[in-house]
C-alpha cells in the first residue's frame, strides 16, 4: 500500500514523504510539476529534479501547497512566475522556463493574480 503525507512547515518548505522517500523541498526552488503519465510526476526544483510515483496524490498536495495548474498535465508554483503574457497565453518562470496556459484553466491563473496584485490585466 502506498504512504504519502505531506505538509509545510514555517521555513516554507514541502515535505513529501512516499513509502521510498521523503523530499523535503523549499517552496521557493520548486517550480512546477509535469505528470509524466497517469502514475508518475516530475517535480522541476532549481538544483534537482524528482521523480515521484503516485501522481493523483502528489496533484493534490501540490495544490494544498499553493500551485496551480496551467494545462492538463502541469502545475506550477505560482511564486515562481516571473511574467505572465495574457495574449500568447504563455507564462515565464523564473529559470527561464516559458509554459503555455490551455485556456481551461487562465481563469484560475488571472484570479491568483487579481487576488495578489489587485485588478490588473
Do not use: W
Amino acid at each position: 500500500m502506498d504512504h504519502l503525507n505531506s505538509f509545510s512547515t514555517s521555513t516554507n518548505r514541502i515535505i513529501i514523504e512516499t513509502d521510498e522517500l521523503i523530499l523535503c523541498l523549499r517552496q521557493d526552488q520548486t517550480f512546477y510539476a509535469e505528470v509524466i503519465n497517469r502514475k508518475t510526476i516530475l517535480l522541476v526544483g532549481s538544483n534537482q529534479n524528482y521523480t515521484i510515483s503516485n501522481s493523483l496524490k502528489i496533484k493534490l498536495l501540490l495544490i494544498k501547497n499553493g500551485f496551480i495548474r496551467v494545462a492538463g498535465s502541469c502545475y506550477v508554483n505560482p511564486l515562481q512566475i516571473k511574467e505572465y503574457n495574457f495574449k500568447e497565453r504563455m507564462i515565464e518562470l523564473s529559470n527561464g522556463r516559458k509554459l503555455t496556459i490551455a485556456l481551461k484553466y487562465m481563469n484560475e491563473l488571472m484570479m491568483f493574480f487579481s487576488n495578489r496584485y489587485g485588478n490588473k490585466k
